[in-house]
């Protein structure tokens, strides 16, 4: 195993240097962590990093501070508790999404092992490409980053749709593959690779008629914090947990098992109690507010972000994303109100993405509280 230290998409194999050390991402299989795995990746944590583990918006996990002479003996760890492919390149390429209510056995768990086989025979994609197994007892996967989704129609037969489509089309579980396979090398052949992503793709070419024949099922319940079904799904402020937190609460509330889900979230099959700093409040307004490590920890940034977002999180009302510079990592996306590093001073960006053009610009952090809520 050979760690290379290059690209914007960190995972285990292929790390991400980062001003605090190396960002070592964890793909978990069918996005589940037992609580074998989760209690060593806290210790994982603990040894080789900041003590802390960020969860991503795609449902992984990351190990940050990680130095370069022990990243071989991480990731023999990894390995050992079998968090770790065998192969880089499938492991890069290994973006499945799962919804939190798969069992053992199930359809929604035998696509994604098909599809988890069939990747390393799919045609060369753009690094960002992925997957989404929408295929629960009630879809909501649409709003996560995903290019290729498992779904099903109103009538429960299953279906394929490309992110960026209205409508997919009808598929069986035994061509499945087969189908992924066709609709990638036709993204391939009318240039899908300059655009980068299935959806921005298809704003500029037509997608053939015969792959928009069913609508999926209407999104009824977006995955947020709460309680139900005697489960409870959680959150923590930018997606990060002290490793000593999550030790305490798997211990507290017994838990065999982990689901890690879109939105930096996690679901476990048990009614948990309120045990700091997870969130249970789906309105939350910590759960509103969005920002990258900021520098000192990635090199790109020019300003601090976490410690400012805590302090203008009760001056807006809606989304704040404060981002270190115009990649947008923490968000990419709009938020109500964005907040861009530049050259030590910040960008302010209302109702956009942090590479928008900005409402007000060259802002330092005093500037901040009074200008947010009227820009
Ligand atoms: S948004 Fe910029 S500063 Fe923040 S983590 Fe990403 S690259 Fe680094």
Same mark, same amino acid.
Not at 145 to 167: P, V
Not at 340 to 368: C, E, M, N, V, Y
């Given at each position: ?246 030790? %305490?609460?798997?211990? @507290? ?5 982990? =689901?890690?889900?879109?939105?930096? $979230? #996690? &679901?476990?099959? !048990? ?59 923490? %968000?990419?996306?709009? @938020? ?5 590093? =530049?050259?030590?001073?910040?960008? $302010? #960006? &209302?109702?956009? !993405? ?22």
């Amino acid at each position: 195993m050979t760690a290379e230290v290059k690209g914007w998409c960190p995972g285990a194999h292929r790390p991400m240097a980062s001003g605090d050390g190396l960002v070592v991402r964890v793909r978990p299989f069918r996005a589940c962590l037992t609580d074998q795995q989760a209690l060593a990746l806290c210790a994982l944590a603990e040894e080789f990093g900041n003590g802390m583990l960020d969860l991503t918006s795609r449902a992984n996990v990351q190990i940050r501070g990680v130095a370069a002479d022990r990243h071989q003996d991480l990731l023999r760890a990894l390995w050992d508790i079998d968090l770790l492919d065998a192969d880089p390149q499938t492991e890069g390429r290994r973006n499945i999404l799962m919804p939190p209510d798969w069992v053992s056995g199930d359809q929604t768990y035998r696509l994604h092992d098909a599809l988890a086989k069939a990747i390393p025979d799919f045609p060369d994609l753009p690094e960002k490409m992925g997957y989404a197994v929408d295929t629960g007892r009630s879809p909501c996967l649409s709003d996560a980053s995903a290019d290729l989704r498992f779904e099903r129609d109103g009538d429960g037969h299953l279906m394929l749709r490309l992110d960026g489509a209205a409508k997919g089309w009808r598929i069986d579980e035994r061509n499945a593959m087969s189908a992924v396979k066709d609709a990638l090398l036709w993204f391939n052949a009318t240039g899908g690779k300059s655009a980068g992503r299935m959806a921005r793709h298809l704003r500029q070419v037509s997608l053939p008629d015969k792959w928009q024949s069913c609508t999926p099922r209407a999104v009824t319940k977006p995955l947020a914090p709460g309680r139900d079904n005697d489960a409870t799904t959680f959150g923590v402020p930018f997606g990060n947990i002290p490793a000593r937190d999550l030790i %305490r609460l798997i211990q @507290a509330a017994r838990l065999t098992e982990l =689901r890690l889900l879109p939105h930096r $979230l #996690i &679901r476990v099959a !048990t009614t948990v109690p309120d045990i700091a700093p997870f969130i249970t409040a789906p309105d939350h307004p910590l759960l509103r507010i969005h920002a990258c490590p900021g520098a000192p920890f990635c090199p790109q940034a020019t300003v601090e972000t976490r410690d400012l977002a805590m302090r203008l999180a009760g001056s807006v009302g809606g989304t704040l994303h404060v981002s270190g510079c115009a990649k947008g990592c923490a %968000r990419p996306g709009k @938020a109500d109100v964005t907040l861009t590093g =530049r050259s030590g001073r910040f960008d $302010l #960006i &209302r109702d956009g !993405t942090p590479w928008d053009p900005p409402a007000a610009a060259g802002l330092l952090p005093h500037d901040l509280p009074d200008l947010i809520g009227t820009a």
